[in-house]
């Protein structure tokens, strides 16, 4: 008898991982590049500033360090994402 290992997704339970806030991220790029048939890595300038609109309405940039992971999620600079940042405020 053989025993695969790796390919099974299991759900992780949500109580556990409540506080794993690089999951949140991955998360919400993910449900939100999926609603718009997008991908994290493939996004025009405008839809990164959408997407990061979206993630700063969810208050995911609060967390310490979250922009460097976000950064690493889409594969830009970290002064592209300051800048789109920065657009958001009036």
Request: charged fraction near 25%.
């Amino acid at each position: 008898m053989l025993l695969s290992i790796g390919s099974a997704h299991v759900e992780q339970p949500k109580a556990l991982f409540a506080r794993d806030w690089r999951a949140r991220i991955n998360e919400a790029i993910a449900d939100w590049c999926r609603s718009w048939n997008l991908v994290a890595q493939d996004l025009a300038r405008d839809e990164r500033r959408e997407l990061v609109t979206h993630l700063e309405l969810l208050g995911l940039f609060d967390t310490r360090h979250a922009a460097d992971h976000i950064v690493s999620a889409l594969g830009v600079s970290r002064a592209t994402i300051y800048n789109l940042r920065k657009e958001l405020t009036p």
